[in-house]
């Protein structure tokens, strides 16, 4: 087995500097720097995460708290951090957080310290005083995204602008029957995403001049099926169809889509239909959406925890986003009702 021994030998410096060197501690100039990952790739030696440890005061592990797993956003989020911190020469502790008190008490009081992480990245999590104090009280890094959150460096994501600009997208269409499909107050909890993204949408109907209709807003969640139930509802109902959909994400956007070809409705000509995330089936389904770069979102996070972690620079704290227009809109060619 190749030793740290080794390594010092072929690349002619002391194990102290081939320690400092791979555990990303004290300086080392470029060119020794270039010797010892030159030698230790040749030699198959991968440094002890131990002895790294003890040499640089660093578990070189990231903490990351999540909400859900199994939804695209998070799962693509995290994406973004980890192949970040991959590159750095990180490792991830991964938590998916639930309301449940008592878990997310463990999380705060046992699971963080006992992993021994460097910094912590909280995705979209809202966290109350308590929990606040108790990541502060550990003395690390924190970075959240999704804020802003009083007391932590956040990474924003403008919700209410983002809703703004789909909305503003179909009214320009001349669109002025647009129901909503968004969420219920179960997915409210963190960071107010439905909240604020209804927000949004009733603030550009307001400036425009456009009634709300209390029964063009439906309630999913966030998901394919979850879209795909609400718009058959909405179209299947008697009277007059809205002439657009505005849809609070991706997923559930292409259940409108889904839902209306069944019905044997055209997108966009009787439907226009947009969306929020920039969802990698959206190109697919010819949606218009507005592009939130999740993966960007993660990798701007990571990118933020080296910062504080004094290995990179730190990125800015608002998190872009665009309107990317495709074929599911277009101008409204009927009178709305």
Known sequence: MTSIDDVARRAGVSTATVSRTLSGGAAVSPATRARVIEAADA??????????SLASGRTRTVGVIVPYLDRWFFSTV??????????????????????????????FDTFLRRQGVDAVIAVSIELDDDETRRLLDLGLPVIAIGGPHPGLDTLTVDEIGIARLATEHLVARGHRDIAYIGAGAEFDTDFHVPTNRRRGFEQVLAAAGIPLDPARVLVADFTIQGGHRAATALLSAEGPRPTAIFAASDEMAIGAILAARELGIRVPEDLAVIGIDGHELGAIFDLTTVDQFPLQQGERAAAAVLA????????AA????????????????????
């Open 43 to 52: 030699l198959g030696y991968v440094v002890s995460s131990r002895a790294s």
């Open 78 to 107: 995290l994406s973004g951090v980890s192949t970040a911190l991959m590159r750095a020469g990180y490792d991830i502790s991964l938590y998916n957080i639930t309301p449940d008190r008592e878990v997310r008490r463990h999380v």
């Open 308 to 315: 504080r972690l004094g290995e990179a620079e730190p990125p």
């Open 318 to 337: 608002a998190s872009p986003f665009v309107l990317t227009e495709r074929g599911s809109t277009a101008a409204a060619e009927r009178p709305s009702a």
